[in-house]
């Protein structure tokens, strides 16, 4: 096990070389740079600014500068943007707020999501499965950038309890709204996928042994029904986590909270170069991580997977 | 506001050949119902534009333009004559335009009723096209359009810093002008005693080579509660003194 995590890790390094290349790539093949405006700067200026920003030199010599800060001293470089900001400083500013609202997201989107999937799945064919399966789909369906309106308008114009947006710190009243937002339509997903392995395992022959042998219902799903049925939402949580710790920027933008999400979107109309790279490692080092996880974790569930 | 929305035409050898024909842009430009655009497209109090600077700049005096005065119907008379003399449009060669401004509702509202407009007007084919705002700048700054929107907000109150955009060598030339005698008088207006004359001519020149097809200046849109009074209405660079406002009791 330990060494088919340190294969992992080690295939992770070459794996996150290429992905800032490719971004590299991508990134100067769009038109325009972070220093176009409406009224064009004089060329000197524009000539005096590049040599300070390290942008008049060849591209592979700026990806190799911009490779070895990183690797070395973790520094990804000055926000081309925010002027008196470095990259670092712009992660650290919003990262936090995008982990604790996208954590308990996750939290609240995997139980509330497994639940309603496994009592969809036990009462198979009742009112209880169709109206999970139709709350499940409604939530899908409904994008977040129309379910964050509503809930503002419900919870804070109409019912006047819960602040519309900002975060303040992080306090609870302005962690819901957010949560809420993000984890519906993560936990409709949760639900079918936990309700159709659930379905499939509840038909083995194993449990109906163990029913036959008297077991009382929660027994046979906590103990025995539920390992099995975990693991095709666990290929599912592992990426579905990591979009949700690195933000959306819808809700970013209506909760204004301050997440990296925004200010990765803005970055790739701004053509901030750095900050662009340094979220896009971030993402790509976080799914890696986190797609090891879900791996390590089936190895937990299921036995007879030996790596 | 002190702002102008306008669209730059391509003057350069990339740009069509129509357009470099002075009777092609004014007939153009007279084709286009300001009236309808600031009224029924924009609704937001703006004010037609016949010139490149800003009506409200201090002391600016705004030139006589023919078309200013004329009404919709006249305007549109001249514009095919226009047209017919220089050969395009219903009655000669077929002219097609392309137009080209940043993603936006607004900027596509305005596109949309002007190519109709001189669809129906003038005959004349427009295609739209919109891209992201830093791709449309490298666009616009390389001379890779034919007809571009652009906006250009006053530094200061005074005319030059409208009129300085189209003289020869300005980097914010998009368009590429280069009018001797609007280099003169904008040489001559940064040393004289009494530029604005200068200015008014120089506009004057801007208005009949059209460089660029003036549409509306900008008006800022705000709601003010009733109570508050002297609020400064006529406030073109956005400068407000608390000392000076005051507010009604209930």
Known sequence: MYSYIFRRLAVAVPTILILIVLSFMLMFAAPGGPFNSDRPLSPTVMANIEARYGLDQPYWKQMWDYTVNVVTRFDFGPSFQYRDRTVNDVISQGFPVTLTYGFWSFVVAVIFGLALGIMAAIRHNSWLDYLAVGISIGAQVLPNFVMAPILVLVFTLWLGWLPGGGWNGGQWEYVILPVVALSTSYMASIARIMRSSMLEVMNAGFIRTARAKGLPMYRIIMRHALKPALLPVLSYLGPAFVSMITGSVIIDVYFSTGGIGQFFVNSAFSRDYSVIMGITILVGVLTILFNLVVDVLYAWIDPKIRY | ?250
Not at chain 2, 79 to 107: C, F, K, Q, R, W
């Open chain 2, 1 to 250: 506001m002190l702002c102008s929305y306008y669209y730059n035409v391509n003057l350069t050898d990339t740009g069509p050949e129509a357009l470099q024909d002075v009777r092609v842009r004014q007939a153009l430009s007279m084709a286009i119902d300001r009236d309808i655009i600031v009224n029924n497209v924009l609704a937001g109090g703006q004010v037609p534009a016949y010139t490149l600077t800003h009506w409200a700049t201090a002391g600016f005096e705004v030139p006589e333009v023919a078309a200013a005065a004329m009404t919709q119907e006249e305007r549109n008379a001249a514009a095919v004559a226009l047209m017919d003399e220089a050969g395009y449009g219903t009655n000669g060669a077929p002219l097609s335009v392309e137009i080209l401004y940043n993603t936006s509702e607004a900027h596509q509202s305005v596109a949309v009723a002007i190519g109709q407009m001189w669809k129906q007007t003038l005959g004349v084919d427009s295609t739209l096209a919109n891209q992201e705002w830093q791709t449309f700048l490298e666009a616009r700054g390389n001379q890779n359009y034919e007809l571009a929107r652009a906006g250009w907000c006053g530094d200061y109150n005074e005319a030059s810093t409208f009129i300085d955009i189209v003289t020869t060598g300005s980097g914010y030339n998009d368009s590429k002008f280069s009018n001797a005698d609007l280099d003169a008088l904008m040489v001559e207006a940064k040393t004289s005693d009494d530029p604005l004359p200068l200015y008014t001519q120089a506009e004057q020149i801007i208005a009949t080579e059209l460089p660029i097809l003036p549409v509306y200046h900008y008006a800022s849109v705000y709601m003010l509660n009733d109570a508050i009074q002297n609020w400064p209405v006529n406030n073109v660079q956005q400068n407000w003194y608390s000392r000076d406002i005051y507010k009604i009791a209930e």
